[in-house]
């Protein structure tokens, strides 16, 4: 049996039984109803009429307590939190967060997914500005992502995006390239790639768009330039500073015969590589006749961080004991810039040639 309550508190509406559910009416018109399991259906509350707030009401998603609008959906499904979203071509759906924030998809063509700041795709579509400032976008499409910026522009006009770095699947079938521009599609075009190759080395190329004289690198310290690599329409070079502008104390009177006769070309193997025996010097025996030709010192070491245990893990990957580590000390190599020695050779021969022309006389 359904009763109804009073006291000075309450009313208190009750549908005896299951599945009983009490009902509102107007004219012999239902309205609204409450289930027996609690929920309320309502088909003519006016929405506008609800005002005030919830009392004793918690909520750490969106509700009215709040002093500002926080969130905006527009009728294309476009979302702007603290900022009502720009106009976007129907084909996307975006959330844009603040005035310049933004991520967005292709709904339509199952394109790309973008990241930036700055812009939105307007009814064209065309990137255009949401402020007047700089642009930047990170887009992945097709396992490809493209890093573009643009420079300033103002609101609502279009932007021209400048593909400042990609990566991508390699061509050649290997792990990855990194591209500093749009990818790289052959020779020329002015691109600098980085490639895995199927060697498991890395490949670093650069084009250019002409077949003249090009920087390629430069290598520059507090002094300024101290070297360079360039290319021209068939050969590479690689230069160090040698301007007279540079120098100073220039003396051409020297004796390089009895220095080259301290040096000790040698026949020697790798002991990586004992199959191939190759023709040169050792490095701290070149240090002693011409320093400038040689890094490091002989027998140097030096301390390398290593893992004495490994991290333990759970099986869901998280780690429970950290990694024990140690440091050793290892060998710290030389090297040697054969080139260095040329003047040495040169000025030998000319030493060799005065000789014998004396002796013909």
């Known amino acids: 049996m359904s009763t109804i309550k009073s006291s000075d508190e309450h009313l208190t509406i009750n549908a ?21 399991s609690g929920a309320f259906t309502s088909t003519t509350i ?22 500002a609008t926080a ?3 527009d009728s294309n499904e476009n979302v702007g939190i603290g900022v009502t979203p720009e106009s976007w071509h129907s084909n996307y759906k975006a959330l844009q967060i603040g005035n310049t924030g933004t991520l967005f998809k292709d709904n339509a063509n199952g394109g790309d997914f973008s990241i930036g700041n700055n812009f939105y795709l307007n009814n064209t579509p065309a990137y255009a500005y949401t402020t007047t400032a700089e642009a930047s976008r990170h887009s992945q499409e097709n396992g490809v992502h493209y890093f573009q910026v643009a420079p300033s522009g103002s ?73 360079s690599v360039s290319t021209n329409g068939s050969s590479t070079v690689f ?10 104390n220039v003396n051409y009177d020297w004796d390089a015969t009895t220095k080259l006769k301290q040096l000790k070309p040698a026949r020697f193997n790798f002991i990586a590589d ?67 020695l040329v003047p040495l050779l040169v000025k030998t021969i000319q030493e060799l040639e005065a000789r014998i022309t004396a002796l013909e006389a």
């Open 155 to 227: 609101a609502d006009a279009a932007i021209t995006w400048t593909t400042a770095m990609t990566i991508h699947q390699a061509q050649s079938g290997a792990a990855a390239d990194i591209s500093m521009g749009a990818r790289w599609s052959g020779d020329g075009g002015g691109k600098t790639d980085f490639q895995t190759n199927t060697n498991g080395g890395v490949l670093c190329r650069m084009s250019s768009s002409t077949t003249g004289s090009s920087q390629r690198m430069w290598f520059v310290n507090s002094n300024g330039l101290v070297g």
């Open 46 to 67: 006016d929405a506008t009429k609800l005002t005030g707030t919830i009392p004793n009401f918690t909520s750490t998603g969106i509700d009215d307590n709040a002093d």
């Open 274 to 340: 004992d199959t191939t025996v190759i023709d040169g010097f050792i490095a701290h025996e070149v240090q002693e006749v011409v320093p400038e030709a040689v890094t490091g010192a002989k027998d140097a070491m030096r301390d390398e961080e290593y893992e004495v245990t490994p991290a333990v893990k759970d099986e869901d990957g998280n780690i429970v004991t950290e990694a024990v580590m140690g440091t050793r000390s290892v060998p710290d190599y030389q090297g040697i810039d054969q080139s260095k």
């Open 16 to 36: 005896d039984g299951s599945g009983k559910s009490i009902k509102f009416q107007a004219n012999g018109v239902e309205k609204a109803s409450i289930s027996s």
């Open 239 to 248: 230069a160090t500073s040698s301007d007279y502008r540079l120098k100073e």
């Open 71 to 73: 969130i905006t959906i």
